[in-house]
């Protein structure tokens, strides 16, 4: 993949030093020793056994609680915080220079926002290093310090990530949480110097893949990539023990209404919790209200259906 550096207009949208660049999509001159593909073939088991997390698991489900995404916000700060403090330290070392992209990757100061929506605007006061995001933090930092090579592989498998899965993640926040369509809560997931994340990733495995290494560096930072994905885990694990103690309002998706709809210059007696309640409470007058709404809604027809079904089968069964 030859990399070149053009003032012409036509590029994948990442700039680096003011000037645009553009990747050749040349994908059969990938070598299986190229440290992306070393990475993507290294870390595969790692990569799923973090994607199978419970946590990760449940959020790709919409079955996200408020508190654990705000802290896990609070986690994400930390890290990010640590890693680019260690980037611009090193940002001139012949490793990480090529792979240098503060404008198009930096996420602190968009997760700084998130937490200001999140806690208000005291929110540095209310968050605190975690117990299991502090071993990711501490050795983010002893690597900067003691060997700046393996920055290499906290930067991919964060940022790399961010550019993939993270996109899905934030439509699922988005939705199960019911932030802002404007984006309040999720600058996290906006690479606002990024206008294509397919082009940005190849651009990034090429210069990583330009880096001058031997075949045991490209194995150390295989392995420090590994690790890093153990430390994301390790913050994964945390949140869902959190999450076991935490108690939330219930999600209303379920039935496709949310509240906000309901009671802006909506009926709250059309709405199906509030009629639940009612009913829970001992009036009696909301209980065919309730049953009405139930069979409007798809899967309580289903349901209903197969009962009836059934009814039907046992009936003419015991009739024989």
């Known amino acids: 993949m030859e990399t070149k550096v053009t ?24 070598s299986p020793t190229d440290l992306s593909e070393l990475l993507a073939e290294g870390t595969k088991e790692s990569h799923d056994r973090a994607e199978n997390c419970q946590f990760v698991k449940d959020f790709l489900r919409g079955r996200i609680k408020k508190e654990l995404f705000k802290r896990g916000t609070a986690a994400l700060y930390f890290v990010y915080s640590a890693m680019e403090e260690e980037i611009e330290k090193n940002r001139d070392h012949p490793h990480i220079a090529p792979i240098y992209f503060p404008t198009e990757l930096h996420r602190r100061e968009a997760l700084a926002r998130d937490l200001e929506y999140f806690y ?22 002893e690597v900067g310090e003691q060997d700046p ?38 600058n996290f997931y906006q690479f606002e110097g990024i206008h294509s994340h397919k082009g940005f990733k190849q651009l990034y495995r090429s210069r990583m893949n330009e880096l001058e290494l031997d075949t045991e560096s490209k194995e150390r930072i295989v392995d ?49 919790y509030y009629a639940a309640k009612m009913v829970a409470s001992g009036n009696p007058s909301y209980a065919c209200q309730l049953g009405m709404m139930l069979l409007r809604h798809p899967p309580c027809q289903m349901a209903l259906a197969a009962w009836v079904a059934f009814l039907a089968g046992f009936t003419a069964w015991y009739l024989m």
């Open 7 to 30: 003032s012409e207009p036509k590029s994948n949208g990442a700039m680096n030093g003011g000037a645009r660049i553009v990747v050749d999509d040349d994908d059969d001159a990938l």
């Open 120 to 141: 208000g605007e005291d929110w540095e006061s209310q968050i605190s290093l975690s117990e299991g995001t502090k071993p990711y933090v501490d050795r983010i930092h």
């Open 149 to 186: 090579l393996l920055l290499v592989a906290h930067s991919y498998t964060r940022y790399m990530g961010d550019l993939s899965g993270g996109q899905i993640l934030k439509k699922v926040a988005q939705r199960a949480l019911k932030l802002p369509s404007t984006g309040e809560g999720l």
């Open 224 to 272: 420090e990539s590994n690790r890093a994905f153990g430390f994301n885990m390790m913050v994964f694990t945390e949140l869902e023990d959190i999450g076991k103690t935490v108690k939330e309002e219930v999600q209303d998706a379920g039935l496709g209404h949310s509240h906000a709809e309901i009671m802006d210059g909506g009926d709250i007696n059309k709405c199906p």
